[in-house]
């Protein structure tokens, strides 16, 4: 029985002890570098909690980063050099040479890297790539998304507030819709973006994203962080030259909840909708079981290493084009 250890005792490392519960493995517990959340953590999902990173290396099999954007390279390194797979949440890292240490070092480790990319594990979404790859809709033209919430934390001071870190609402939120439309389409040629990430308006973070694909197809993407607390938009459509695919999550939710949350239910992070469903229905449970499963049977995983260097990329390529106001060549993009 494999042995999990969980690094960042946040929203989405409860995310994901939550989801390893439900599978054949050990949960060995959480590492944060605030020992109390540390202890929150353990307290709900069990396990214990380490009181270093080398002390959770030391015990676990596996490793889940699931701390904040600016501390996945050193963890992922550590991992690596420790002997562990890795699942490790998107964005990949910050900068583009951070994600390409990454992947480098889990090669020469002989480790597997996993780039917790959800989306494509939404059954919705999963549904359309297979009829988009039917040849149902013919020939693809357009793929236009959108993925709104609130400001992450609106009344306290996080990392998400620090564009540095968090890379605003491209970086963190918008990259999920980058890498589900490169799945369908295929490589990006170039981005162009519109939208007030580099406004002084704490919290209206919102961007107009136009992808052109190297086959010819056109990409729109919406993110925002400017919506009223306590809301959650997606939408998802694709056309061919033989039909229009639609989703829309105000339509498809079976069930819709939206309460007065507390400020520390807030500081916790953007709400995410839920709905009951079986749990192979669960798209972080789909995730955290492809990525277990691939790991027994050798299998690729559904997201690759270079798929989460390229969301990256593209992603880094759009705030270039916001901050300059042109559109940017993908290929030949280099950070700076």
Same mark, same amino acid.
């Given at each position: 029985?494999?042995?999990?250890?969980?690094?960042?005792?946040?929203?989405?490392?409860?995310? #994901?002890?939550?989801?390893?519960?439900?599978?054949?493995?050990?949960?060995?517990?959480?590492?944060?570098?605030?020992?109390?959340?540390?202890?929150?953590?353990?307290?709900?999902?069990?396990?214990?909690?380490?009181?270093?990173?080398?002390?959770?290396?030391?015990?676990?099999?596996?490793?889940? @980063?699931?701390?904040?954007?600016?501390?996945?390279?050193?963890?992922?390194?550590?991992?690596?050099?420790?002997?562990?797979?890795?699942?490790?949440?998107?964005?990949?890292?910050? #900068? %583009?040479?951070?994600? *390409?240490?990454?992947?480098?070092?889990?090669?020469?480790?002989?480790?597997?890297?996993?780039?917790?990319? @959800?989306?494509?594990?939404?059954?919705?979404?999963?549904?359309?790539?297979? @009829?988009?790859?039917?040849?149902?809709?013919?020939?693809?033209?357009?793929?236009?998304?959108?993925?709104?919430?609130?400001?992450?934390?609106?009344?306290?001071?996080?990392?998400?507030?620090?564009? *540095?870190?968090?890379?605003?609402?491209?970086?963190?939120?918008? =990259?999920?819709?980058?890498?589900?439309?490169?799945?369908?389409?295929?490589?990006?040629?170039?981005?162009?973006?519109?939208? !007030?990430?580099?406004?002084?308006?704490?919290?209206?973070?919102?961007?107009? !994203?136009?992808?052109?694909?190297?086959?010819?197809?056109?990409?729109?993407?919406?993110?925002?962080?400017?919506?009223?607390?306590?809301?959650?938009?997606?939408?998802?459509? =694709?056309?061919?030259?033989?039909?229009?695919?639609?989703?829309?999550?105000?339509?498809? !939710?079976?069930?819709?909840?939206?309460?007065?949350?507390?400020?520390?239910? %807030?500081?916790?992070?953007?709400?995410?909708?839920?709905?009951?469903?079986?749990?192979?229905?669960?798209?972080?449970?789909?995730?955290?079981? #492809?990525? !277990?499963?691939?790991?027994?049977?050798?299998?690729?995983?559904?997201?690759?290493?270079?798929?989460?260097?390229?969301?990256?990329?593209?992603?880094?390529?759009?705030?270039?084009?916001?901050?300059?106001?042109?559109? @940017?060549?993908?290929?030949?993009?280099?950070?700076?």
């Amino acid at each position: 029985m494999r042995h999990i250890g969980i690094i960042g005792a946040g929203l989405i490392g409860g995310m #994901h002890a939550e989801r390893w519960a439900q599978l054949p493995v050990e949960l060995a517990g959480f590492y944060d570098v605030s020992s109390e959340a540390a202890a929150k953590a353990v307290g709900k999902f069990g396990g214990r909690a380490f009181p270093s990173l080398e002390t959770l290396l030391a015990e676990v099999e596996v490793v889940g @980063v699931c701390a904040p954007t600016p501390a996945h390279k050193d963890l992922v390194l550590a991992a690596a050099a420790a002997g562990k797979d890795v699942v490790c949440e998107k964005p990949m890292a910050r #900068h %583009l040479r951070d994600a *390409e240490e990454m992947v480098a070092a889990c090669e020469t480790a002989g480790m597997r890297l996993f780039v917790a990319h @959800v989306v494509r594990f939404f059954p919705e979404y999963a549904h359309a790539k297979e @009829v988009l790859d039917s040849g149902q809709l013919g020939r693809p033209g357009v793929i236009r998304t959108v993925r709104g919430g609130n400001f992450p934390a609106p009344d306290t001071q996080n990392w998400y507030t620090d564009f *540095e870190q968090s890379g605003g609402v491209i970086m963190d939120m918008l =990259i999920h819709d980058i890498d589900y439309a490169r799945w369908c389409f295929g490589d990006v040629s170039r981005v162009f973006a519109r939208g !007030l990430t580099f406004s002084d308006v704490q919290g209206a973070d919102h961007v107009l !994203l136009t992808m052109r694909f190297q086959n010819g197809a056109i990409g729109h993407l919406e993110g925002s962080w400017a919506y009223p607390p306590g809301n959650f938009r997606t939408r998802l459509e =694709i056309a061919g030259d033989e039909g229009l695919l639609e989703v829309d999550s105000l339509d498809t !939710l079976p069930l819709s909840v939206t309460l007065k949350q507390e400020k520390a239910t %807030l500081a916790a992070g953007i709400p995410v909708p839920e709905s009951p469903m079986h749990p192979t229905d669960d798209p972080y449970y789909r995730e955290i079981a #492809h990525f !277990l499963a691939c790991l027994e049977s050798g299998d690729d995983f559904l997201v690759s290493p270079r798929d989460g260097l390229e969301a990256l990329r593209i992603a880094l390529a759009a705030i270039e084009s916001l901050r300059t106001g042109q559109p @940017v060549d993908v290929a030949t993009f280099e950070e700076e």
